[in-house]
């Protein structure tokens, strides 16, 4: 589905099925950013580093406040 062909009846599905308007408006920002970080992504040519390289940072990552549950969870780094 692209964004042009949601409508007002597929929110309304949504908060049908549960999920409040302020979730439904975080998960379209969510989906907006990852766009737009994926096409600078592209335009930049940027690489996911190695495994190995995430790991290596992740200790100073965590350190200074970036949140890395994903790392923390797989490394063990506390």
């Not at 737009?36 to 200074?64: K, N």
């Not at 406040?65 to 790392?71: E, T």
């Amino acid at each position: 589905m692209r964004p042009d062909d949601l409508t007002e009846a597929d929110a309304e599905q949504a908060y049908a099925a549960g999920v409040s308007r302020d979730a439904l408006r975080d998960a379209a920002r969510v989906a907006a950013l990852f766009n737009m970080i994926m096409r600078l992504a592209d335009s930049f040519a940027w690489q996911v580093p190695p495994w190995e390289r995430l790991l290596e940072r992740a200790p100073a990552m965590l350190a200074g406040g970036y949140a890395m549950g994903a790392v923390r969870d797989r490394s063990g780094v506390k």
